[in-house]
């Protein structure tokens, strides 16, 4: 697995002193980004003892398209996105935004979910 990645605008890297897997999401997010990101995760975690965290830094106003919205939907609802990750945290969410996460993780019963103003913040929360 490279150091780091870039996925359209979007880019991730794996922070081994902390052992967090972190995704930059820069505007609009696609059906193929999110595919790709499944694959990029799935492949960070592959073979780690470690527990699976996973920070996501929002640059600019998060922008789900529809097939991404219901491609994500069908993976928390059958567990497979949520079994992936012991704890996520966001970074830098609009109001609207945290809203709609904090439903989905009530309503699907998935991984923890935190949010906060800066990374060092987030990596405080999921490494407690």
Do not use: C
């Not at 996925?7 to 794996?14: K, T």
């Not at 922070?15 to 492949?43: A, C, P, S, W």
């Amino acid at each position: 697995m490279p150091d780091s990645w870039d996925i359209g605008p979007h880019n991730g890297w794996y922070d081994d002193d902390n052992k967090i897997l972190v995704f930059e999401v820069n505007g609009e997010f696609t059906i193929d980004q999110y595919m790709r990101h499944k694959e990029i995760q799935q492949e960070a975690f592959e073979g780690r003892d470690e527990k699976r965290h996973v920070i996501y830094k929002i640059n600019e106003k998060l922008d789900i398209s529809k097939d991404t919205r219901k491609a994500l939907k069908e993976d928390l609802a059958s567990g497979q996105e949520s079994s992936q990750s012991d704890k996520i945290a966001f970074v830098g969410v609009t109001p609207g935004t945290r809203m709609v996460i904090k439903i989905w993780v009530k309503v699907l019963r998935m991984t923890e979910a935190g949010f906060f103003d800066t990374y060092d913040e987030a990596v405080d929360w999921v490494r407690k």
